[in-house]
C-alpha cells in the first residue's frame, strides 16, 4: 500500500512566522501535489513537483513556496504566515505514467491554524 | 477556467438507502474522472473513469461515465453508517481539478 506521510495532524503559528509543511512518500513515485482544503471550495491545487528539483505553480500558489531535494520528500513554505493561510493542508503523490493514468494518493492532512 | 461541480451539497439517509451523487465538469484537459471517499482523515480513491458507459462496481458503489454530456454518477446501494462521508469528484490529467464534495449522512 501507498504510505503517504504529513509530518503534523495539527499545527498552530503565528502571523509573520515561516512555516514549514512536510510530506513523504515511501512509493517511489515522481509527482507529488500540495492542496488546500477550505469548506465550500473543496481541494485547490498551490503546487506540484514532477520530479526531484521540479515544481510548477498550482491555481493558487501566492504566499507559497515548495523545495523538493529528494523524490520522497515535498515541502511546503509558508514564507510569512497569514490569517487567511489557516487551512487544512493536503499532500498527494502519484507515479508518472506514459499511456495509462494513476491516481494520486493522499496524506492524512495538516489542520494549520495561523493566530 | 476548469469547473467540477458536485451536488447535492449534503443529504441525509437512512441504513438501507440507495444514494446517488452527481459530478458534472467542464475541464481542457480530460484525461480520467476520479471518486474518492474522505472521513476524517486522507482521501481514499475509490474508482477512476476514462471512458463513457463502462460501469465501474466495487461491492455496493458503482459509477458510470457519461463524456458527451460530461458527468459522472456514483450510487451506493444498500447504505450504512460506515458510508457516512464527503464524497469528492476529481477531473484531469495529472492535474486534477476537484468538486467542492458532497456530504452524505447515513443515520441508524
Known amino acids: 500500500d501507498v504510505k503517504v506521510t504529513q509530518s503534523s495532524r495539527y499545527l498552530v503559528k503565528r502571523t509573520g512566522e515561516k512555516v514549514f509543511l512536510e510530506c513523504v512518500q515511501d512509493?517511489?513515485?515522481?509527482?507529488m501535489f500540495w492542496y488546500r482544503q477550505d469548506p465550500g471550495l473543496g481541494l485547490r491545487l498551490i503546487y506540484f513537483?514532477?520530479?526531484?528539483?521540479?515544481?510548477e505553480k498550482g491555481d493558487i500558489p501566492e504566499g507559497y513556496s515548495v523545495s523538493r531535494e529528494k523524490k520522497e520528500r515535498f515541502s511546503l513554505i509558508l514564507e510569512s504566515a497569514s490569517t487567511n493561510q489557516t487551512s487544512m493542508y493536503l499532500c498527494?503523490?502519484?507515479?508518472?505514467?506514459?499511456?495509462?493514468?494513476?491516481?494520486?494518493?493522499f496524506g492524512d492532512g495538516t489542520r494549520l491554524s495561523i493566530l | 477556467e476548469d469547473k467540477v461541480v458536485q451536488s447535492p451539497l449534503s443529504l441525509v439517509v437512512h441504513e438501507g438507502d440507495t444514494v446517488t451523487l452527481n459530478c458534472s465538469y467542464e475541464?481542457?484537459?480530460?484525461?480520467?474522472l476520479l471518486w474518492y471517499k474522505q472521513e476524517k482523515k486522507a482521501p481514499t480513491f475509490l474508482f477512476m473513469l476514462t471512458s463513457s458507459g463502462i460501469e465501474k462496481k466495487s461491492g455496493r458503489l458503482s459509477s458510470i461515465l457519461d463524456k458527451k454530456e460530461l458527468f459522472s454518477i456514483l450510487n451506493i446501494t444498500a447504505t450504512q453508517t460506515g458510508d457516512s462521508a464527503v464524497y469528492l469528484c476529481a477531473v484531469g490529467d495529472y492535474k486534477l481539478s476537484f468538486g467542492a464534495g458532497t456530504t452524505v449522512t447515513v443515520r441508524a
Open positions: 498527494a503523490s502519484r507515479p508518472m505514467t506514459g499511456l495509462s493514468n494513476q491516481p494520486q494518493h
Open positions: 475541464v481542457t484537459n480530460f484525461r480520467s
Open positions: 512509493m517511489d513515485h515522481e509527482n
Open positions: 513537483s514532477y520530479d526531484v528539483k521540479m515544481k
